[in-house]
């Protein structure tokens, strides 16, 4: 059974940084490519950043510079450093997964077939 699960979320300062997990279970995450979505109340689910199979990286305007996103492949793990952190930035944050090669429509929830459960993420003072 392919499985996603995130973790890592949590209450942080301004300013503060946490890094979020997303572990596959079922499937090699090299063959997939890998959002990173959140979803704060009463708004879309909005795209962050996407690695696809071949490497590449890539991120909305909203964390670039801010967020990174990477792969442990002997993990089987997808990670999200968040930098800079900012009271907007608090909501669900979700991985979702796609075996579709390439970059098209990275940041649309619907081109994703696999998702994970979400972990909270509150940025306050």
């Known amino acids: 059974q392919l499985q996603l699960v995130e973790s890592g979320g949590g209450l942080v300062q301004p300013g503060g940084s946490l890094r979020l997990s997303c572990a596959a279970s079922?499937?090699?995450?090299?063959?997939?490519?890998i959002g990173w979505f959140r979803q704060a109340p009463g708004k879309e689910r909005e795209g962050l950043s996407c690695?696809?199979?071949?490497?590449?990286?890539y991120y909305a305007d909203s964390v670039k510079g801010r967020f990174t996103i990477s792969r442990d492949t002997a993990k089987n793990t997808v990670f999200l450093q968040m930098n800079s952190l900012k009271p907007e930035d608090t909501a669900v944050y979700y991985c979702?997964?796609?075996?579709?090669?390439?970059?098209?429509?990275?940041?649309?929830?619907?081109?994703?077939?696999?998702w994970g459960q979400g972990t909270q993420v509150t940025v306050s003072s």
């Open positions: 690695t696809t199979s071949d490497g590449s990286t």
């Open positions: 079922g499937f090699t995450l090299d063959y997939y490519r």
């Open positions: 979702a997964a796609d075996r579709t090669l390439g970059f098209a429509n990275i940041y649309t929830p619907n081109s994703y077939d696999y």
